[in-house]
């Protein structure tokens, strides 16, 4: 298990387009920054290529934040147009108890622009790279001339948190509702709707961070295990039905009553170490899954007592993190401390094998793990090694349209033979990659946090195909 505490996709450092001269030097080929397998050579840097996002910002809260949550609001489902506003709650990991807070975020005019997957050809190929330069030129011309007005807007409610926030969730069908992990051990339960109607009202209620710290009671603080802990879960079923999990392996199970919880004080024992994280089942509302520093993940029925369903070793190492995907129910994705991630078919673990994807791409521990809300094949990792990967399962290797792709943009690009191609996309640049999540209203976009801050990032390449059949 891996806890406690710009953004940039690297390639090497070469001039695009030399200024013309009667003794100009040929520019080097930009080359793809390969992790794990290229090396710094001596006046060589890591440059970000703003051309691979569609959108990508940065930005820091003070206090580096384990944990945050995206909050769901009433701007509109699958929303593509830039600029982008967005909500989100963070809880901070500061040196002293009393400098914590809990961070109520509107965040406004995030900027972006579509790129096309395969540059435009015009005439022959080096015509069609002219003329992509032209316009990269351009397009850095006017990023130049109104940097300023694409900067997002942050504004921010704090409410003050004795204690460092291991683990914060906000409630999927109220997202005015938050629970906290707190690490002296006790799970609270808050209500932020006075702060979000507050932003929601003003553009300018606590601009750039500058509000002040809130006095605010928690509406419920259990205190009833016997350690701090990180795994919390709201159902997505059931509204107010919670899950909260602790380092001595025990779950508690919170059901809403009257405006309030009542939290079942006998608890699900089934592990024989730490639970690092719950999910509840996208499709069946009494089901929830578990995972452990004893390398196993658990399947919980809540009307079948107060022992797995289902039990399985998922990895030779702790278990860090799971995700259930919403679009395809039978899938499991987890993360492992050894750096490995895998996925399974649940239908098919009492029979064998249920693994259906393993990967070793990672060399150190997983501490996130998410699917897409958007499309069922795709999920996002982050790794202690500093890395955020995105991944297609539906993917195989076309040597025919690598070469196409390649005379097509002239990219010198030598792959891995062992890299897999499921691996979509590789963000680099922030430091001690702790959580990521997936904009369910935004399709594309994914923010992560760091022991540098966060980012919004929505990768060109991501296709943002969506379900069939959407919620109206």
Same mark, same amino acid.
């Given at each position: ?98 400098? =914590? ?119 419920? =603080? ?84 107060? @022992? ?20 395809? @129910?039978?899938?499991?994705? @987890? ?41 069922? @094949? ?95």
């Amino acid at each position: 298990m891996v806890r406690s505490l710009n953004p940039k996709k690297s390639k090497r450092k070469n001039k695009k387009k030399a200024e013309a001269s009667s003794s100009e030097i040929p520019s080097i080929p930009t080359r793809v920054w390969q992790p794990g397998v290229d090396t710094l050579e001596d006046g060589e840097e890591l440059q970000c290529d703003p051309s691979a996002y569609n959108s990508l910002h940065g930005f820091h809260v003070g206090w580096p934040c384990l944990s945050f949550d995206i909050l769901a609001d009433k701007l509109g489902l699958n929303r593509t147009e830039f600029p982008h506003t967005l909500y989100m709650v963070a809880g901070t990991q500061a040196e002293k108890a009393a400098h =914590n807070s809990i961070g109520l975020f509107k965040i406004t005019n995030v900027s972006g622009k579509r790129r096309d997957v395969v540059p435009k050809t015009v005439g022959n190929g080096e015509d069609a790279m002219e003329d992509e330069d032209d316009e990269d030129d351009s397009d850095s011309d006017e990023e130049s001339d109104d940097e300023a007005s694409k900067t997002p807007n942050i504004q921010v409610r704090r409410v003050a948190h004795h204690g460092c926030v291991n683990r914060i969730r906000a409630m999927p069908q109220n997202s005015h509702i938050c629970v906290s992990w707190e690490d002296s051990g006790h799970v609270q339960v808050w209500d932020m709707s006075s702060h979000l109607n507050a932003l929601a009202e003003s553009e300018t209620e606590g601009k750039d961070g500058t509000a002040p710290v809130l006095n605010q009671a928690p509406l419920v =603080n259990f205190s009833g295990h016997k350690d701090e802990g990180y795994a919390l879960d709201w159902s997505p079923a059931t509204a107010g039905r919670l899950l909260s999990g602790d380092c001595k392996s025990m779950i508690h199970l919170w059901q809403p009553a009257s405006g309030s919880w009542t939290v079942d004080p006998v608890p699900f024992a089934g592990h024989t170490a730490s639970v690092e994280d719950l999910q509840w089942s996208p499709a069946e509302e009494n089901v929830f899954a578990s995972c452990s520093v004893d390398g196993s993940v658990a399947v919980w029925d809540i009307r079948l007592g107060k @022992s797995p369903a289902l039990s399985f070793k998922a990895h030779n190492a702790d278990v860090n993190v799971i995700s259930w995907n919403r679009l395809a @129910s039978c899938m499991l994705a @987890s993360g492992s401390d050894d750096g490995t991630f895998s996925i399974r078919d649940l239908r098919l673990v009492k029979g064998g094998d249920a693994v259906v994807a393993h990967f070793e791409y990672h060399k150190h521990p997983i501490t996130s793990i998410e699917w897409s809300a958007h499309e069922a @094949s795709t999920l996002a990792v982050t790794s202690s090694d500093h890395q955020l990967t995105i991944w297609d399962l539906s993917l195989e290797k076309d040597e025919e349209e690598e070469a196409e792709f390649k005379a097509q943009t002239k990219e010198q690009v030598n792959t891995p033979q062992d890299l897999p191609p499921q691996l979509l996309f590789v963000h680099q640049g922030q430091k001690d990659l702790k959580e990521l999540h997936w904009h369910n209203q935004i399709p594309g976009m994914i923010i992560s946090t760091a022991g540098d801050g966060f980012n919004i990032l929505m990768p060109y390449n991501i296709q943002n195909t969506l379900p069939s059949e959407l919620p109206a």
